[in-house]
């Protein structure tokens, strides 16, 4: 479609009159500014010098990711897109800006293809290396094809924000996720006699994949902001999407097997703690016969002992010679009146039992 800017251009020009004195008037995209770049704000927008002016310059047809946005987080791949940027019109830099429908957008901004001093188109170059989606806003598509075509070239190169290799695009997030839920754990990998506690943890492993790989399921059939989304096609979606759901299914089926896994050594490891019980149990009245055994032979053995010295007792007894007969206390002589003498015994040879008359001096026999 040409517009009315466009129209009045090639009427003017018909005319004789200069462009550059239509543009001041009119909107034209057969426009053409010299400008010098001052201040780059982002990956698709910068400041420059636009006759003795600064303007905002917004590139045409190409969104990259946003980096100072009031209400949003800085976005995928949106500083590199500024620096590629910078690498392309750095300040000082004389850069062409070629106009389309609309000279301003909604918030003062000028729109332009912005062309680099070798006359490189500046928002296609951005959009070849994955760092920003075309887009045409209003009426303004002037420079749409050549971007969208740089579009493509990045998606089929899998450059930028198509490259499964850069961890925040959804290409590299899905990609992830299926070389985690490919390479997981998985019960066939593990010891036979595994403990129930090892496996439960590689069992949480698992789990945790699980958990990533269904937040990113959920991501494709949510609302989906941003760049990593917005430069997909509904094909990618789509095909991407099929990738999550087939990563889901094959963590889900590994932790499954590992579960089964988990509780079938609870199990065994509950019969193997039964048996040690059981034969703890049985040492121990084993132990406790045999006590009881080595106590009964203590006893036995004490008893024999005991035996063995009273039979020693009773041969030494019997081994000794009888006693003599004890002999019988010789009759006492009949007692006769002597005449008691000062100096002689008045009993002599006598040997028995003596009375003494009071004093204790004198006695006879009793």
Same mark, same amino acid.
């Given at each position: 479609?040409?517009?009315?800017?466009k129209?009045l251009?090639?009427?003017v020009?018909a005319?004789g009159v200069s462009?550059t004195a239509v543009?001041? @008037?009119?909107?034209g995209?057969?426009?053409?500014?010299q400008?010098?770049?001052?201040k780059?704000?982002?990956?698709?927008?910068?400041?420059a010098?636009v006759d003795?002016?600064?303007?905002?310059?917004?590139?045409?047809n190409v969104?990259?990711p946003?980096?100072k946005?009031p *209400?949003?987080?800085i976005e995928?791949l949106?500083p590199?897109?500024a620096?590629?940027?910078e690498t392309?019109i750095p300040?000082?830099?004389?850069v062409?800006?070629?106009y389309?429908?609309?000279?301003?957008d909604?918030h003062?901004r000028?729109l332009a293809g912005v062309?680099?001093?070798?006359?490189?188109?500046?928002n296609?170059?951005?959009?070849?290396?994955?760092?920003?989606a075309a887009?045409v806003?209003?009426? /303004?598509?002037r420079?749409y094809p050549p971007?969208l075509?740089?579009?493509?070239?990045?998606? +089929?190169?899998?450059?930028g924000l198509y490259?499964a290799?850069?961890?925040?695009?959804?290409?590299a997030?899905?990609?992830? @996720?299926t070389? %985690?839920?490919?390479?997981?754990?998985?019960a066939?990998?593990?010891p036979a006699d %595994?403990p129930s +506690?090892?496996?439960?943890?590689?069992?949480?492993?698992?789990a945790?994949?699980?958990?990533q790989v269904i937040a990113?399921? *959920?991501?494709?059939?949510g $609302?989906?902001i941003g760049?990593?989304?917005s430069?997909?096609s509904e094909d990618?979606? /789509? #095909?991407l999407?099929?990738?999550?759901t +087939?990563a889901?299914?094959?963590?889900?089926?590994k932790e499954t &097997?590992?579960?089964?896994?988990?509780e079938a050594a =609870? +199990?065994?490891?509950a019969a193997e703690?039964?048996?040690a019980? &059981?034969?703890e149990r049985?040492?121990r $009245?084993?132990?406790?016969?045999e006590?009881?055994?080595?106590?009964a032979e203590?006893r036995?053995? $004490?008893a #024999?002992? %005991?035996?063995?010295a009273?039979e020693?007792?009773?041969?030494?007894?019997?081994?000794?010679p009888?006693?003599?007969?004890?002999?019988?206390a !010789?009759a006492?002589?009949p007692r006769t009146?002597?005449?008691s003498?000062p100096d002689? *015994?008045p009993? !002599?040879?006598? *040997?028995g039992?003596?009375?003494?008359?009071?004093?204790g =001096?004198?006695?006879?026999?009793?």
């Amino acid at each position: 479609m040409i517009g009315l800017g466009k129209f009045l251009v090639g009427l003017v020009a018909a005319a004789g009159v200069s462009t550059t004195a239509v543009v001041a @008037v009119a909107q034209g995209s057969d426009a053409l500014d010299q400008a010098i770049v001052t201040k780059l704000i982002d990956g698709d927008t910068f400041d420059a010098e636009v006759d003795g002016r600064t303007e905002r310059i917004r590139l045409l047809n190409v969104d990259t990711p946003e980096t100072k946005h009031p *209400n949003k987080d800085i976005e995928c791949l949106g500083p590199e897109a500024a620096r590629f940027l910078e690498t392309l019109i750095p300040v000082g830099s004389t850069v062409s800006l070629e106009y389309d429908e609309e000279r301003l957008d909604q918030h003062g901004r000028t729109l332009a293809g912005v062309r680099s001093g070798d006359g490189t188109l500046v928002n296609a170059e951005v959009a070849r290396q994955g760092l920003a989606a075309a887009v045409v806003i209003g009426p /303004n598509d002037r420079f749409y094809p050549p971007v969208l075509e740089a579009q493509q070239e990045a998606v +089929s190169h899998g450059r930028g924000l198509y490259s499964a290799d850069v961890a925040c695009t959804i290409p590299a997030r899905v990609a992830a @996720v299926t070389t %985690a839920a490919e390479n997981a754990p998985a019960a066939p990998a593990q010891p036979a006699d %595994a403990p129930s +506690s090892d496996l439960d943890v590689t069992a949480g492993e698992v789990a945790s994949i699980v958990a990533q790989v269904i937040a990113l399921e *959920n991501a494709f059939t949510g $609302e989906r902001i941003g760049h990593v989304w917005s430069v997909l096609s509904e094909d990618d979606r /789509n #095909r991407l999407a099929a990738a999550v759901t +087939s990563a889901r299914e094959t963590a889900q089926h590994k932790e499954t &097997e590992l579960r089964s896994m988990v509780e079938a050594a =609870k +199990s065994r490891e509950a019969a193997e703690a039964a048996a040690a019980a &059981e034969r703890e149990r049985e040492a121990r $009245e084993w132990e406790a016969r045999e006590a009881e055994a080595r106590k009964a032979e203590a006893r036995k053995a $004490e008893a #024999r002992k %005991a035996e063995a010295a009273a039979e020693q007792r009773r041969t030494r007894r019997d081994a000794e010679p009888a006693p003599a007969p004890r002999k019988p206390a !010789p009759a006492p002589e009949p007692r006769t009146q002597r005449k008691s003498s000062p100096d002689k *015994n008045p009993y !002599p040879g006598y *040997n028995g039992p003596r009375c003494y008359e009071p004093g204790g =001096k004198v006695w006879h026999p009793c």
